[in-house]
């Protein structure tokens, strides 16, 4: 019974994914293309498998239903993957949408970003993210029309960066994340044989764990992408970590006990982001400042840092991971916002984090007209 199931669902399976292909638009602006390609591509390869499902002999007998019928699921949900994320934000596109790829075509020159840009769609259901396989970065719907977040459109930017492969331009970036890959593991390692010298307590071993596990998986990633920020937006970046932590943050200080957390703690990032402002000889003043406001926020919310946590982050470790990150980024030519980088979308948002502190309460207004400025300048 489950065989004939499979053989009739397999083969419907193959139509939705033909009718996939069928979907994507062929009037899109060039923008689009890299988006397209890809789901095309990955639509095709998964239509290929489906058909080795119903065609392979090892498929045929009684015995490898199960295994058949574990590939077939696997494939069900890659497929839905790509309808209801990338087929849908190509389906969907609409002009403010193009407004918003022109946008990140224009940061990508001004950054000299050594890779295909990837294409924005305003569909994010919470915040920014992007999907590295699908080159797709999804913001919020009306996310284009306000500067103070879109420093992070540049955070976004670097995660493909970080897993693109074969690709010689890009590895000596790749080489130094690996470096600081195992930067970070040799610390953690080194202090669970510490521990286990001191016969510390069994909570200890377990947190040691929980942060061999986010580095390896998240940490180095996420701190890399907020250095990369830094690098190329400048003090504009370290304001947006504030507004997002102010607006959507818990504890800054959060450290995971017994599993893998997907993000460093917040203020560690607030201190990686400052280290690479001071290293891309930002203004001693103008980095105080962004240090104040952040105290600030820390005493407004009560929070404080458990011992743990100095001993999760260390200065030490920070400044290897950006010392690192810079000189990958050098390496690869990208592009940095100095103090007296003009005429950029950084400069515009420095200029905006700049005006809101001047006048908090009119910002909007002013926001409106820079923000009609910004596209003007974006579609010459």
């Known amino acids: 019974m489950i065989k ?35 789901c095309r591509g990955k639509i095709n390869a998964l239509v290929a498998d489906l058909r080795c499902l119903n065609d392979a002999k090892v498929f045929l007998s009684p015995t490898s239903q199960s295994e058949r019928l574990r590939k077939f699921k696997r494939i069900v949900a890659d497929l839905d993957f790509l309808e209801t994320i990338g087929i849908a934000a190509l389906k969907k596109a609409q002009k403010d949408d193009h407004h918003l790829n022109s946008l990140l075509e224009r940061i990508a020159t001004e950054i000299q970003y050594p890779s295909e840009t990837p294409v924005a769609t305003p569909l994010s259901n919470s915040y920014f993210h992007i999907f590295p396989d699908l080159r797709l970065l999804r913001v919020p719907l009306v996310e284009r029309h306000f500067l103070l977040h879109l420093p992070d459109l540049y955070h976004e930017l670097a995660h493909p960066l970080l897993i693109e492969e074969n690709d010689p331009i890009i590895e000596p970036l790749q080489q130094q994340y690996l470096q600081s890959l195992r930067d970070c593991l040799s610390y953690v390692q080194e202090e669970q044989i510490k521990e286990q010298r001191r016969r510390g307590p069994a909570k200890s071993q377990y947190m040691l764990r929980a942060w061999e596990s986010s580095w390896a998986r998240f940490w180095v990633t996420e701190f890399y992408c907020d250095i990369f920020g830094a690098f190329t937006t400048g003090p504009a970046y370290a304001w947006s970590h504030l507004h997002l932590v102010a607006k959507r943050g818990a504890n800054p200080f959060e450290v995971p006990e017994f599993g893998a957390s997907s993000h460093p703690a917040d203020d560690a990032r607030m201190r990686a982001v400052l280290l690479a402002a001071e290293r891309n000889h930002f203004p001693d003043d103008e980095i105080s400042v962004i240090r ?3 105290q600030d926020l820390l005493d407004t919310t009560g929070a404080k840092a458990e011992p743990e946590y100095d001993w999760c982050f260390p200065r030490q470790l920070l400044e290897k991971l950006v010392s690192n990150c810079f000189a990958g980024l050098q390496q690869v030519n990208i592009r940095p916002h100095l103090p007296r980088t003009t005429g950029t979308v950084a400069a515009t948002l420095n200029s905006a984090w700049n005006q809101f502190w001047k006048d908090t309460t009119g910002f909007s207004e002013w926001e409106k007209q820079q923000v009609e400025v910004m596209i003007r300048e974006t579609r010459e």
């Open 4 to 38: 004939r199931y499979l053989d009739g669902a397999i083969c419907q399976l193959i139509e939705r994914g033909r009718l996939m292909v069928a979907n994507i638009p062929r009037d899109l602006p060039r923008a689009y293309d890299t988006l397209a390609q890809n």
């Open 292 to 294: 104040a406001a952040w």
